[in-house]
């Protein structure tokens, strides 16, 4: 079974910075593409981004692009979404997901997922 922890959420002023990790177990992560996705409240999940498996393809929403970025260490078996800049607006909690089907963008592809990690910016 497949299992996918995210770490390094917190709370951080506007402007900071947080670094997230995802790491796999069950599975090698360098067997599939993995992805950011993060759902505030009262709100749909939504993309951030995500990387293919040797890393060459990387894909951004345009709210985090310039921001964010994503990267992976295949001999750690984790993923990595570096997030600078931070505003109010990217206040969620962030998911780590796996093994895309279809587009990276549609949450429905991916089948694994892990429980997520609280990010909160104050201003």
């Known amino acids: 079974q497949v299992q996918l922890v995210e770490a390094g959420g917190g709370l951080v002023q506007t402007g900071g910075s947080l670094s997230l990790s995802c790491t796999a177990s069950?599975?090698?992560?360098?067997?599939?593409?993995t992805g950011w996705f993060r759902q505030a409240p009262g709100m749909e999940r939504e993309f951030v981004s995500a990387?293919?498996?040797?890393?060459?393809?990387?894909f951004y929403s345009e709210s985090v692009k310039g921001r964010f970025t994503i990267s992976r260490d295949n001999a750690k078996n984790t993923v990595y979404l570096q997030m600078n800049s931070l505003t109010p607006e990217d206040t969620a909690v962030y998911y780590c997901?796996?093994?895309?089907?279809?587009?990276?963008?549609?949450?429905?592809?991916?089948?694994?997922w892990g429980r997520g990690t609280q990010v909160t910016v104050s201003s």
């Open positions: 997901a796996g093994d895309t089907r279809g587009s990276y963008r549609v949450d429905t592809n991916w089948n694994y």
């Open positions: 990387i293919n498996i040797d890393g060459g393809n990387r």
């Open positions: 069950g599975r090698s992560i360098s067997a599939f593409a």
